[in-house]
């Protein structure tokens, strides 16, 4: 079974930086797409970054939300099946718990248990 392992949470102030990773390990297929979600509460779990690999040419896409382009930055390393979350100037509204989640494409979705990110003074 697959195994995702997240860590890098915790408690920054306002305009600083935190770095989360996610690991897989116990995979049996190409993950297609590694990416980060968040959900604060009362709210709907939303979708941060992702970062697609193409399994022919290993080149990367990337794909992020609007609150948060050109202050986060997600990559991958295919070799460790790792998929890391740059996050800088961060704001109150960051605060959330963060999910990794990999997709394998038809082979199915894993998400992890989820970090606490909190932004506050």
């Known amino acids: 079974q697959v195994q995702l392992v997240e860590s890098g949470g915790g408690l920054v102030q306002p305009g600083g930086s935190l770095s989360l990773s996610c690991a897989a390990s116990r995979t049996k297929f190409w993950i297609y797409t590694m990416g980060w979600y968040r959900q604060a509460p009362g709210k709907q779990r939303e979708l941060v970054a992702t970062?697609?690999?193409?399994?022919?040419?290993?080149?990367?896409?990337?794909n992020y939300a609007d609150s948060v382009k050109g202050r986060f930055t997600i990559s991958r390393d295919n070799a460790k099946d790792t998929v890391y979350l740059q996050m800088s100037s961060l704001k109150p509204e960051d605060t959330a718990v963060y999910y990794c989640?990999?997709?394998?494409?038809?082979?199915?979705?894993?998400w992890g248990q989820g970090t606490q990110v909190t932004v506050s003074s």
């Open positions: 970062v697609t690999s193409d399994p022919r040419t290993s080149i990367h896409s990337t």
């Open positions: 989640n990999v997709d394998f494409g038809p082979f199915g979705v894993e």
